[in-house]
């Protein structure tokens, strides 16, 4: 349990070094991209998105992102904190069929260095499986190419999962369209 919280090591241009300089905000420049697939970005809502962690503490932690830039939650509409817990429940809906965990953490680190959060500027809600026994993931994988593989399997395995939650709409060749009805869970 120590090291669920530790600070959460996302090396954004780590993933291609060649040519995946970010400048700015990821949480903002990756889903402008129009290249969900190569962002990792695997679901979209109307105000949210789901992203693969690249430096991922187990197979399928992913991240829940409003699109909004803010880190207060305060900051957000009803409509985009109704959204972004639609998408968080979708989420762990397609982590639990795709992969199966005992159980899943959720968590954030709010308000910067303190919080342990890399980027604490763009709120996101980290979803990390755990199965009864795991261990810390990243000292076992630390390979940059096998957790690349990783990543590409866990992506498909997710985009598959959300494509079948009732809520899904398209979104074929990109992340998978997510449409959450008003009225739903009422
Ligand atoms: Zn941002």
Redesign the pocket.
């Known amino acids: 349990m120590d090291q669920l919280f530790a600070p959460w090591r996302i090396d954004w241009v780590e993933r291609d070094p060649e040519d995946d300089e970010i400048d700015g ?1 990821p ?2 420049v990756l889903p402008e991209r129009d290249a969900d697939r190569e962002s990792r970005i695997v679901a979209r809502s109307e105000h949210s998105f789901v992203i693969l962690n690249n430096a991922p503490y187990a197979p399928g932690h992913v991240m829940v992102i409003p699109d909004r ?1 803010t880190g207060e939650w305060a900051d957000l509409t009803d409509a985009e904190l109704l959204d972004h817990a639609k998408l968080k429940v979708a989420a762990i809906d397609a982590l639990e069929a795709g992969f199966d965990p005992s159980g899943v953490n959720a968590g954030e680190n709010l308000g910067g260095a303190a919080a342990g959060g890399s980027i604490d ?2 709120l996101h809600t980290h979803l990390i499986p755990r199965w009864e026994g795991d261990t810390n993931f990243m000292p076992i994988v630390s390979d940059t190419k096998v957790i690349v593989e990783a990543l590409e399997a866990s992506y498909e395995k997710l985009h598959e999962a959300f494509a079948a939650l009732e809520s899904a709409d398209g979104g074929e060749t990109g992340a998978v369209e997510l449409r959450f009805s008003a009225s739903a869970g009422q």
């Open positions: 905000c949480f903002c830039h500027d763009h």
